[in-house]
């Protein structure tokens, strides 16, 4: 059975990307202390997320505006 809706870690990660962090580090602060995540981990989460169809029906702004910027930083190489 497929499963329709994002997990709470999930749901953590994109909401965590929809802030705005002010300063070096805090969004890496962030990372670990609210999602007790590396942030290597993280980004590997984050990356499978974009590639998820729950993903973009749970929030579509956010993945398609992350999904641009990945794709221009893979353009850039």
Avoid: C, W
Avoid at 9 to 36: M, W, Y
């Amino acid at each position: 059975m497929e499963q329709e809706q994002l997990d709470d870690r999930e749901q953590a990660v994109l909401a965590l990307e929809r802030r705005g962090f002010s300063g070096p580090g805090a969004k890496e602060r962030a990372i670990r202390e609210e999602l007790g995540l590396a942030p290597v981990r993280y980004y590997q989460l984050l990356n499978a997320l974009l590639d998820d169809k729950r993903a973009l029906a749970h929030d579509p702004v956010t993945v398609n505006r992350l999904r641009r910027v990945r794709e221009q930083r893979r353009a850039e190489r």
